[in-house]
Every structure is written in C-alpha cells, then in structure tokens.
C-alpha cells in the first residue's frame, strides 16, 4: 500500500478490489448464514470475462454478497461475489467475453468491444459510459488508485450509490467507499453488471466458432 497525494491510496495488480480478505470472507460467509445476502435476480450459469484498458469511476463502493442461479444442466448454485458500484463510470477500449458448448458445433465465444476508438483516451465521449452501474464479479486483476478512501465501512452507510438495487447486504458487514477510482489493465471475471445507463460508442458484436476470449 502506498500513500498517494492527500486522500489518494495506490495498489499494484489486486483481485476483487481487496474483497477476498480474511474479514471480507468472513463477513460473506455469516451474511448468508444469516439470511442477510441475496441476489437481485437469478444468473445465468455462465461466467463472463471483460478486459478495459481503464476504467474511471465516481462514488465507488463495494461489498461482499451471494448470487445465484442455475448451471447449463439446470443445477441450483451459489457464488460469493464482491459488488462494485459507481454513479458513473467511463471504460475505455472494451471487450467481453463469454463460451457457450453449443450441441454438434462445440464451443462458440460471443466477443463484444465498445469505446475502441484511440481518441477516447483524451475524450470521454468516446469512452463506454456507464451511470448507476453494479458488477458482480467473482475475480479481478487490475492497477488501481483511489481517491478518499474508506475501508471497513459498514455496509448499511454506503450512499451514492450504496447497496445494489433489490438486493440485501448485513448491515454492519465489510464494505469500503472511495470518491474515486481509476483501474488500468483490468481484467475481470464476472458474473452479471446493471446499470441505470449503458452507453457503448464503436460498438461490435461478433460469434466466433472455438475459444475466443478477452485474456
């Protein structure tokens, strides 16, 4: 860890933004013992990988919680999940992905890129932009740097934009808030996003038959 200019706290290369810590774990583990963590709506099976060059952010928070879902062979399952959430965000150079077995083809990659144009590292409008936003994600590797930050908040404090929508989180369990955070070379598995606004520029789909992923 390593002091920045006031207010400002650095890390080099961290997973889920400090989430997988003993307290964190722990407080995951009680919450669902308890009852006190649910999903907003039933994941699909899949996990998805999205790599950015950046990411920027305002009023980041983030806690521990539990999705679930069911399986491709329709089996019930639980994942812990850190929940990161911004009012705004602006992502450049984009790309997600994800692997679906397709019966007689074999595996078929989905392969989506947003906010890809060069400009968009000096101009925001051309970036992916994202207000309202709550990703779910089961890992993440990335450079970070956050302004005025907080960590061991409890939960039921967090504001702007605090708890994800329609879900539930303990009280007084492990969060952590910043005004700001830029994440540069991330690399992120995860397992649903919402936002309020999701705004792609350059966007691309493409299907690819075989294994095309982000990272």
């Known amino acids: 860890m390593k002091s920045q200019v006031r207010g400002g706290t650095r890390w080099k290369r961290f997973a889920v933004v400090m989430v997988p810590s003993v ?3 722990a407080a995951i583990g009680i919450g669902l013992a308890q009852g006190a963590l649910a999903a907003s709506f039933s994941i699909s099976g899949q996990e998805f990988k999205v790599k950015a060059k950046s990411l920027e952010g305002n009023d980041f928070v983030q806690y521990g919680s539990i999705v679930k879902g069911k399986d ?18 602006w992502i450049t150079d984009m790309c997600q992905s994800v692997v679906t077995p397709v019966p007689f083809l074999g595996n078929v990659s989905l392969e989506l890129r947003a906010g890809t144009d060069p400009s968009a590292a000096k101009d925001k409008s051309k970036r992916v932009y994202a207000k309202d936003i709550y990703l779910d994600v089961s890992q993440l590797e990335a450079d970070a740097e956050f ?6 908040v409890a939960a039921g404090s967090l504001k702007n934009p605090g708890i994800q929508p329609n879900t539930e989180a303990n009280p007084y369990g492990f969060s952590q808030r910043a005004k700001t955070a830029k994440l ?4 992120q598995k995860a397992w649903a996003t919402t936002a309020g606004t999701f705004r792609l520029p350059d966007l691309s789909l493409k299907l690819h038959k075989g294994t095309k992923e982000c990272f």
Do not use: M, Q, Y
């Open 72 to 89: 491709l062979d329709g089996k019930g399952f639980w994942a812990p999940v850190g929940v990161s959430g911004f009012s705004e965000a």
């Open 147 to 152: 302004g005025n930050i907080d960590i061991g």
């Open 184 to 187: 540069d070379n991330v690399e």
């Open 23 to 25: 307290a964190a774990t």
